[in-house]
């Protein structure tokens, strides 16, 4: 079944304390992205990757790293979590090129994640 | 600068009516426009899709209008059923999908039996 999967689904921290989200896709996507949900804010991308070794800020990168080392992975790290991360984080992937179906994102179920 | 917004947070229609959802965007450079749908506890999924060149696309009970001239578009759900109520996100990108994509704030739908 072709799907994005990430995990952990539900995390709660503290302030500081390093953290990973991992992501997978097992579509062949080229591009792979991650977004945060906060109530009255809709969708904000954090980061996007369009390829391998190749990843740009979104609209809210502070506090957060990627890495693209391979094209099925695009984990989201968190160095030192503050309370304002907390949020619904949601990992997305595309193919990429244009043309029909392209940009069409498949997304993950989503990781709430509270920092306390 | 929001370039896709949704000025609705919320819509309420009665079972068996027709669900309206709009959006407008500000960025002429948007050739692509896409409408996602998300329940509770899960991802996004795609609903359909848009490009400049058409005005209308329909699949099933569901037909997005574009309306170029004034950078908006509609989606509408015909008729509306109770399983339709989720949170409805409009999305826009250039390049013929070549662009990352922009997404509004979301409606929420409730369709009341």
């Known amino acids: 079944e072709a799907q994005v999967t990430q995990n952990p689904r539900y995390l709660i921290t503290v302030t500081g304390k390093k953290l990973t989200v991992t992501c997978s896709q097992n579509?062949?996507?080229?591009?792979m992205s991650w977004y945060r949900q906060d109530p009255g804010l809709g969708l904000r991308q954090i980061y996007y990757?369009?390829?391998?070794?190749?990843?740009d800020k979104g609209d809210v990168p502070e506090g957060y790293k990627v890495s693209r080392k391979e094209k099925r992975n695009f984990p989201l790290i968190l160095e030192s979590p503050s309370p304002n991360q907390t949020s619904l984080y949601f990992c997305?992937?595309?193919?990429f090129g244009g043309g029909p179906g392209a940009n069409v994102l498949t997304f993950g179920a989503g990781s709430r994640l509270t920092v306390l | 600068d929001q370039q896709v917004k949704q000025n609705s947070p919320s819509l309420s229609v009665q079972e068996g009516r027709i669900s309206i959802l709009n959006c407008d965007y500000t960025?002429?450079?948007?050739?692509?426009f896409l409408w996602y749908k998300k329940y509770p506890a899960e991802g996004p999924t795609f609903l359909i899709s848009?490009?400049?060149?058409?005005d209308k696309n329909e699949d099933g009970r569901f037909t997005v209008f574009l309306n170029k001239s004034a950078k908006h578009l509609s989606l509408h759900i015909v008729p509306s059923q109770p399983g339709d109520s989720a949170v409805y996100f409009c999305?826009?990108?250039?390049?013929?999908?070549?662009?990352?994509?922009?997404f509004g704030k979301g409606t929420r739908l409730s369709v009341i039996a």
């Open positions: 997305a992937s595309s193919r």
């Open positions: 579509m062949n996507h080229e591009y």
């Open positions: 990757s369009m390829n391998v070794e190749v990843t």
């Open positions: 960025n002429s450079m948007f050739d692509y």
């Open positions: 848009i490009s400049s060149i058409k």
């Open positions: 999305a826009a990108s250039g390049l013929s999908g070549n662009t990352p994509l922009v």
